[in-house]
Structure formats: structure tokens, C-alpha cells
């Protein structure tokens, strides 16, 4: 085993990971701790790596550190995926107790990785050679690895170290090459009625439409914005319309129902977002809504950032919609069973009108956040 020096143990490896940071262009927090807890990160390097958000994280140990990274998909898949490596144990009790995974015909990753999802052969289109091969190779690299409609997560111990300079560049390669594969899946089977009112909704705004995620993609207006079915269970999907505001924001803020009409789960989000205390925004009626968790913001910070005009907006919108702000990203979202496919092109227009008059506000205010 090759461990850590001395001088490297007390540093944990932060200027290591900073000049990763500033060598991909990602932005960096480095904590000043002396003796840090091992639960949180001594240094979190994050950012957009060709079109991909990608946080990874430090954590001290013993004798040295453990890192966590975590890549997400936008917009999020519709398969039901669930692919992580298996160890031995893993492997023996999956023989005792019968396979439950797909055979994707790679032997060696049917070997190495477990495959599950909703439709067979609709995952199976996903995995393409190039996708194959990066994930084999990130298998290889990492301890643990887990990827799901909503991303990537990966994590190394202080036995295996892992060069992220070219970890993150195939990472997030991967994910654009399954996102391109996914291009080619066919619709999900519960989703085939909504595909003809789909494309009539597509072709009013000029969008882009795709089969997998069910979506529409372009400009709606002067938003940069998208229609996409997202996945809620088997069986079950939602409604949800999109509008980017800053995709700098990547793993930086995050506001959601408190209550949400829609389970959804998410992609486990990087440290600190994942452990950050509930900020209050000092607007009582927002913070009775919306639950708020943010990267190294005050009240008065949040305050600026989220602007009175658009979180007024945001809870006059929520007895028609699940109003979400994650990533840089304004999302309105609304079960399939409350609606149908003839009524689809409506609830776009009014979503669509609900976004241009949140966006403009939200833009304002991250332009003016320190």
C-alpha cells in the first residue's frame, strides 16, 4: 500500500486538489481547519466540465484522505438505471439468490458491474462501446461507483488513489456519450401517448424533441429552456418544464417543497449542500413553503440571491406546481395522472409564462450575489 507522507497527512492533499481546480477551471473552497472532523471536506473543487456539473470532495482520515465525486445528468434519464460495481460477497450472493440484473453482453461487464433498469432492452441501447468502456474504467479506478438516471457518484480511500485529471475529463465523457446514446433509446412504454403531444407542443416553439428522456429542448421565447418527462417510479413519471438561470450554480444552492406533491429523489448531493443547516431567507411566507440549503450563504446573502419578485412568484405558483431551484436551474413540476395529453400544450404555455416572469428576477440576483 502506498500511503500518504507525513506532510501530505496534515495537509490532506488541499493544495493537490486546488491546482486540480484551477487546471479543469473549476472554482475551489479550501477549509483552514487544523484538525478537521471526518465528515467534512477539507477542500471541494466544482464546476461544468464540458456540459457535465462535477463536484469532488476531500475528507480527512487517519492516515491520509477519501474522496467523493459526484457527476449529475441533465435532464435526468427516464430508465429506472441503477449500475454499480459488486464485490465478491456481492457476486456470491447475487448466485445464491438468482440474478436480478440485465445481461447487457459485455461479459466482462456483466463480470464487473451490475445493470438494472425498468426495460431491459432500453438500458442495453444506453450502453454503447465508448460508454461501456468508461465506465469499466472508472469501475477500475474507484472503490465505489454508482450511477442512476440523475448521475454519478464515486468515492476512493487512501488505498487507491485515483487521478482525477483524467478521471473527470472520462467522467464526464461518459455522460455526454450516454446522454448522445440515449438519443437513439425508444420512448418508455408508459410514455408512447404523450409523444404525438409532445412534438405539437415542439413544433409551436420551434424545440427539439427527443426520445429518451421524452423531452423537448430549445428556446421558448429568450429563456433557454425544456419539456422533459421525469421519471418518479416505475410505472409513474411527472411533468416537468425547465429554464436555466446559471449553470455556475452547479451544486451551489438548493430550494424545494417542503411538502412536494411528487417524490423525487435525487442524486445524493456533495458535502457541504448535503449537510447544510436550513437557511432562513427572512421572508416568513417563502420559508413556510420552501426549504432552502446554500454553499456559504447568510440570510442577507439569500435574501439578494433569491429576489422578493421571484420568491412571491414561487409560492403563487405552488398550488398548480412543485416550484424547484437546484443547479442553476428553475424547475415546474406536476404529476402525469393530473393532466392529459390533450391539455399538455396549456400547461406548457402557462409554465412557460410562469418561468419568464420568475427567470429575469433570478438572474438579477445571482449577477448580484459577492
Same mark, same amino acid.
Given at each position: 500500500?502506498?500511503?500518504?507522507?507525513?506532510?501530505?497527512?496534515?495537509?490532506?492533499?488541499?493544495?493537490?486538489?486546488?491546482?486540480?481546480?484551477?487546471?479543469?477551471?473549476?472554482?475551489?473552497?479550501?477549509?483552514?481547519?487544523?484538525?478537521?472532523?471526518?465528515?467534512?471536506?477539507?477542500?471541494?473543487?466544482?464546476?461544468?466540465?464540458?456540459?457535465?456539473?462535477?463536484?469532488?470532495?476531500?475528507?480527512?482520515?487517519?492516515?491520509?484522505?477519501?474522496?467523493?465525486?459526484?457527476?449529475?445528468?441533465?435532464?435526468?434519464?427516464?430508465?429506472?438505471?441503477?449500475?454499480?460495481?459488486?464485490?465478491?460477497?456481492?457476486?456470491?450472493?447475487?448466485?445464491?439468490?438468482?440474478?436480478?440484473?440485465?445481461?447487457?453482453?459485455?461479459?466482462?461487464?456483466?463480470?464487473?458491474?451490475?445493470?438494472?433498469?425498468?426495460?431491459?432492452?432500453?438500458?442495453?441501447?444506453?450502453?454503447?462501446?465508448?460508454?461501456?468502456?468508461?465506465?469499466?474504467?472508472?469501475?477500475?479506478?474507484?472503490?465505489?461507483?454508482?450511477?442512476?438516471?440523475?448521475?454519478?457518484?464515486?468515492?476512493?480511500?487512501?488505498?487507491?488513489?485515483?487521478?482525477?485529471?483524467?478521471?473527470?475529463?472520462? @467522467? +464526464? $465523457?461518459? &455522460?455526454?456519450? *450516454?446522454? /448522445?446514446?440515449?438519443?437513439?433509446?425508444? !420512448?418508455?412504454?408508459?410514455? =408512447?401517448?404523450?409523444?404525438?403531444?409532445?412534438?405539437?407542443?415542439?413544433?409551436?416553439?420551434?424545440?427539439?424533441?427527443?426520445?429518451?428522456?421524452?423531452?423537448?429542448?430549445?428556446?421558448?421565447?429568450?429563456?433557454?429552456?425544456?419539456?422533459?418527462?421525469?421519471?418518479?417510479?416505475?410505472?409513474?413519471?411527472?411533468?416537468?418544464?425547465?429554464?436555466?438561470?446559471?449553470?455556475?450554480?452547479?451544486?451551489?444552492?438548493?430550494?424545494?417543497?417542503?411538502?412536494?406533491?411528487?417524490?423525487?429523489?435525487?442524486?445524493?448531493?456533495?458535502?457541504?449542500?448535503?449537510?447544510?443547516?436550513?437557511?432562513?431567507?427572512?421572508?416568513?411566507?417563502?420559508?413556510?413553503?420552501?426549504?432552502?440549503?446554500?454553499?456559504?450563504?447568510?440570510?442577507?446573502? @439569500? +435574501? $439578494?440571491? &433569491?429576489?422578493? *419578485?421571484? /420568491?412571491?412568484?414561487?409560492?403563487?405558483? !405552488?398550488?398548480?406546481?412543485? =416550484?424547484?431551484?437546484?443547479?442553476?436551474?428553475?424547475?415546474?413540476?406536476?404529476?402525469?395522472?393530473?393532466?392529459?395529453?390533450?391539455?399538455?400544450?396549456?400547461?406548457?404555455?402557462?409554465?412557460?409564462?410562469?418561468?419568464?416572469?420568475?427567470?429575469?428576477?433570478?438572474?438579477?440576483?445571482?449577477?448580484?450575489?459577492?
Amino acid at each position: 500500500m502506498n500511503l500518504p507522507t507525513r506532510r501530505m497527512t496534515a495537509s490532506f492533499g488541499r493544495n493537490d486538489l486546488a491546482a486540480l481546480g484551477a487546471e479543469l477551471g473549476l472554482s475551489c473552497q479550501i477549509s483552514e481547519e487544523t484538525f478537521p472532523t471526518l465528515w467534512t471536506p477539507v477542500a471541494t473543487v466544482q464546476g461544468v466540465v464540458d456540459g457535465v456539473a462535477i463536484a469532488v470532495q476531500r475528507f480527512p482520515r487517519k492516515y491520509g484522505w477519501d474522496d467523493r465525486a459526484h457527476a449529475a445528468t441533465w435532464p435526468p434519464l427516464d430508465l429506472g438505471l441503477h449500475v454499480f460495481a459488486e464485490g465478491t460477497l456481492g457476486r456470491r450472493m447475487r448466485d445464491l439468490f438468482g440474478a436480478t440484473d440485465i445481461q447487457t453482453g459485455d461479459d466482462e461487464l456483466d463480470r464487473r458491474v451490475r445493470v438494472q433498469g425498468d426495460e431491459p432492452e432500453r438500458v442495453v441501447a444506453l450502453l454503447g462501446e465508448d460508454v461501456r468502456r468508461s465506465l469499466l474504467s472508472l469501475a477500475s479506478a474507484a472503490d465505489q461507483v454508482e450511477w442512476t438516471d440523475l448521475g454519478v457518484r464515486c468515492s476512493t480511500s487512501r488505498s487507491r488513489r485515483i487521478d482525477w485529471r483524467t478521471a473527470i475529463p472520462d @467522467l +464526464a $465523457r461518459m &455522460l455526454r456519450g *450516454a446522454r /448522445r446514446a440515449a438519443h437513439a433509446v425508444p !420512448t418508455a412504454t408508459p410514455l =408512447v401517448p404523450w409523444a404525438g403531444a409532445l412534438s405539437r407542443v415542439a413544433a409551436s416553439y420551434g424545440l427539439r424533441t427527443w426520445p429518451t428522456p421524452l423531452s423537448a429542448e430549445g428556446r421558448i421565447g429568450a429563456l433557454d429552456a425544456g419539456v422533459f418527462f421525469r421519471r418518479v417510479e416505475k410505472g409513474r413519471h411527472a411533468i416537468e418544464i425547465a429554464a436555466v438561470v446559471d449553470r455556475s450554480m452547479a451544486f451551489r444552492l438548493s430550494v424545494e417543497p417542503r411538502v412536494p406533491r411528487i417524490p423525487a429523489p435525487a442524486l445524493a448531493l456533495p458535502e457541504p449542500i448535503a449537510r447544510a443547516a436550513v437557511v432562513s431567507t427572512m421572508d416568513d411566507p417563502f420559508d413556510r413553503v420552501f426549504e432552502v440549503t446554500a454553499l456559504g450563504a447568510t440570510a442577507e446573502g @439569500l +435574501a $439578494r440571491l &433569491l429576489p422578493p *419578485a421571484a /420568491r412571491r412568484r414561487m409560492v403563487e405558483l !405552488t398550488p398548480r406546481f412543485d =416550484v424547484f431551484l437546484r443547479d442553476g436551474m428553475l424547475g415546474l413540476r406536476c404529476p402525469l395522472e393530473a393532466t392529459d395529453p390533450t391539455a399538455l400544450p396549456a400547461l406548457v404555455d402557462a409554465a412557460a409564462d410562469a418561468a419568464r416572469s420568475i427567470v429575469p428576477a433570478l438572474v438579477a440576483g445571482y449577477r448580484a450575489r459577492p
